[in-house]
């Protein structure tokens, strides 16, 4: 009952900070849609999701927003089984101090699981070199 009703309370407040042109709440409040999507395993929504925050994260040029949105797209490719692009966003935005460093290392711990280490580290020094700008607009046109 909880699933259904959390994805219904996020898309009411989306509704209120479209009413009220809060950019910024819209894209916040769609990165967290898109966690909750991923979580309920409903890959498009979540990627429709992170499609609006990426989009006016971008729009908005906010880096912040960026950051969140990205780590929200690292778990959308994580989900895929992308898991070397996911470690190249993870070392796209490692070095942010506005990470939730827990939540983000707990997250890298599960893509270096799945990809090994050496291959692991390689992706994560890929992303590292590549600035935020351009992995946003990566993710957008990554299918």
């Given at each position: 009952?909880f ?26 409040l ?13 890959l ?53 101090p ?46």
């Open positions: 009952m699933e259904h009703r959390f994805p219904k309370c996020e898309q009411e407040g989306l509704q209120l900070a479209r009413d009220a042109r809060l950019p910024r709440h819209i894209c916040d769609q990165y967290n849609l898109a966690n909750t999507y991923l979580a309920m395993n409903d498009d929504a979540a990627r429709n999701a992170l499609c609006e925050s990426l989009t006016l994260a971008q729009r908005l040029d906010s880096s912040p927003q960026k950051v969140e949105a990205v780590s929200s797209a690292i778990a959308y490719f994580q989900c895929l089984g992308l898991h070397k692009q996911a470690a190249q966003w993870a070392g796209s935005i490692s070095d942010n506005i990470l939730d460093q827990p939540l983000f290392e707990s997250t890298c711990r599960e893509i270096e699981v799945s990809l090994g280490d050496e291959t692991f580290k390689r992706s994560l020094m890929q992303g590292k070199a590549r600035s935020l700008d351009d992995v946003v607009t990566q993710i957008l046109t990554d299918e």
